[in-house]
């Protein structure tokens, strides 16, 4: 069984920045950031094939957000820069099954963290 445990989540000011932090454990495989605010369906914010070499991006996050990974500890990173209170909802980070292509769309991924709370004050 594959383990997601997300950290880094917290309350902002507009216009501030939060690194989230997702830890995984087994092989590398596509992985991503989604979020979900009140009210809403959980939408694709940022994903990352198994490699590391190609991200991709929502548009309202482009130019703000940055996904990255460390393959030596196993973790998952999303660098959110000039934070607006839309961007406030709780993040999640998935992973699919090995082998899998990045995808964005959150029913093509298998593993989900259990969310953090992110809230961007204005």
């Known amino acids: 069984q594959v383990q997601l445990v997300e950290s880094g989540g917290g309350l902002v000011q507009a216009g501030g920045s939060l690194r989230l932090s997702c830890a995984t454990s087994?092989?590398?495989?596509?992985m991503g950031w989604f979020r979900q605010a009140s009210g809403n369906e959980r939408e694709f914010v940022a994903v990352i094939t198994a490699n590391g070499g190609t991200a991709y991006y929502t548009n309202s996050v482009k130019g703000r957000f940055t996904i990255s990974r460390d393959h030596a500890k196993n973790t998952m990173y999303l660098l959110m820069n000039y934070l607006r209170p839309e961007d406030t909802a709780v993040y999640y980070c998935a992973a699919r099954r090995t082998d899998l292509a990045a995808s964005t769309l959150p029913s093509d991924y298998d593993y989900w963290g259990q969310g953090t709370q992110v809230t961007v004050s204005s």
């Open positions: 087994g092989r590398s495989r596509a």
